[in-house]
């Protein structure tokens, strides 16, 4: 027998398998973090990639700064004072440099959250609010894309002088990578305007690690430069969500230089589909609750022949993470179901994570080890487990001497084969 531990909320779980398997493990590359952070977010603002420096903006009298919410691991108390550093010697006061959580439709973050994503110190000198996609009051539409998305974005965002976006470049699960403008072109915008942005990851190329032929982080792009967004900070992380690098300058140009970055860490080469897969969504906060950890669940899928299983260990300790997701399944009873109600009503925020698991869930077995109870687990339409040694124990009888079994500690951040790599 082998032992094995993969991350699992703030914490990690074990697991065992017997050596009559073939077992491969799958984890972005590991590599040391930037010995100094600070000094690495210092370096990237002092040369900016594409021609676009922050000096440029020396001058405006205001700033706004779209962060991420509590459901991304971006390393703020790094990147933050270097930037509010310049912003400051720009002479940009602490009170016009308004933080701007970008939600996007998720629930707004409360003012007694703020300290879980950003440093206290802060908090004390610069006012911050959570972005509200729902709430017309906040926004202010400028049109529509080559694509017909209509686009509305974050009213106070866009009366800034300098608007800025901060976040990380990794994989995602069907924008392509996260990054660059997505943080305010998204994360800042109406819950129509992302409604129909996200309808289009039915197309075949809305998908991991595709970014030139993406339609739908193409539409993004085109709603970040029509919402003026001047600079980008992100960061590339490591799998102990440590930074590695740092890029900054024109968002367009930011993302052509973080993304080889991103892929030299998180592509993995794979020996082609496994019977079972064993995934972590990579713990806090990318397992912090199911809407989120599917994300690990569409890159472990991604290496499981038709017919095998995936069992995703993600806490969810917040739990299923969407009541839109939730109250669209009452009455479904198969995948087919899901599938055939979801052509029927169209493209919804909310409802499309039910699309996404049941295109999943119709072609592997899908088990889902966390704290959400197992009735409200069902209802999903997945199974349950109520520990992962039990899940692996039931799943093993069904696999002879010698099948492949494959384990993605960090499955939101792995792009699990060279062979899925296009655009």
């Known amino acids: ?28 590359t590991e590599i040391s973090p930037a010995p100094n952070p600070i000094q690495e977010v210092y370096n990237a603002l002092a040369c900016p990639a594409g021609r676009c420096s922050l000096e440029d903006f020396r001058g405006s009298q205001s700033a706004a700064i779209a962060i991420n919410d509590k459901t991304r691991p971006v390393p703020h108390e790094f990147l933050l004072p270097p930037l509010l550093d310049h912003l400051d010697q720009m002479g940009i006061s602490p009170e016009n440099t308004l933080f701007i959580v970008a939600t996007g439709t998720h629930v707004p973050m409360k003012k007694s959250e703020l300290g879980t994503i950003l440093p206290q110190g802060i908090l004390d000198r610069y006012p911050a609010i959570s972005h509200d996609c729902d709430n017309p009051d906040q926004l202010t539409h400028l049109g529509y894309t080559q694509s017909g998305t209509p686009v509305a974005i974050n009213r106070l965002f866009l009366n800034a002088d300098l608007r800025i976006v901060v976040g990380d470049i990794e994989p995602h699960h069907f924008m ?71 890029v900054a300058g024109d968002p367009r140009a930011v993302m052509q230089t973080g993304i080889p970055l991103s892929q030299s860490i998180c592509q993995v080469a794979s020996q082609g589909e496994y019977d079972l897969v064993i995934a972590s969504p990579g713990g806090h906060p990318k397992d912090i609750n199911f809407y989120q950890a599917q994300k690990g669940l569409t890159h472990a899928a991604m290496l499981t022949r038709d017919g095998g299983c995936v069992i995703l260990a993600a806490e969810c300790a917040e739990g299923e993470g969407s009541q839109a997701y939730t109250s669209w399944m009452d009455g479904m009873r198969n995948f087919s179901d899901v599938m055939d109600r979801f052509a029927r009503e169209g493209f919804q925020v909310g409802p499309h994570k039910a699309f996404q ?58 792009i699990p084969s060279i062979a899925q790599i296009t655009g």
């Open 357 to 414: 698991v049941a295109r999943i869930g119709s072609r592997v077995r899908i088990i889902l080890v966390s704290e959400i109870p197992s009735a409200r687990v069902e209802k999903l339409l997945l199974h349950t487990a109520d520990s992962i040694g039990n899940a692996i124990f039931e799943e093993l009888k069904h696999l002879e001497p010698g099948c492949r079994i494959a384990i993605l500690p960090r499955a939101v951040s792995t």
């Open 1 to 28: 027998m082998k032992t094995f531990t993969i991350p699992y909320g703030r914490g990690s779980i074990e697991f065992e398998l017997p050596d009559r398997y073939l077992v491969d493990w799958i984890a972005p």
């Open 176 to 246: 392509g990578f996260s990054g660059g403008v997505k943080t305010a072109a998204i994360g800042l915008a109406a819950r129509e305007t992302i409604n129909h942005n996200h309808a289009m990851l039915t197309h075949p190329n809305a998908r991991t690690a595709v970014f030139d032929q993406n339609p739908m982080r193409q539409d993004v792009e085109e709603i970040g430069g029509m919402a003026s967004v001047h600079f980008a900070l992100n960061a590339i992380l490591n799998e102990e969500k440590q930074i590695v690098h740092v």
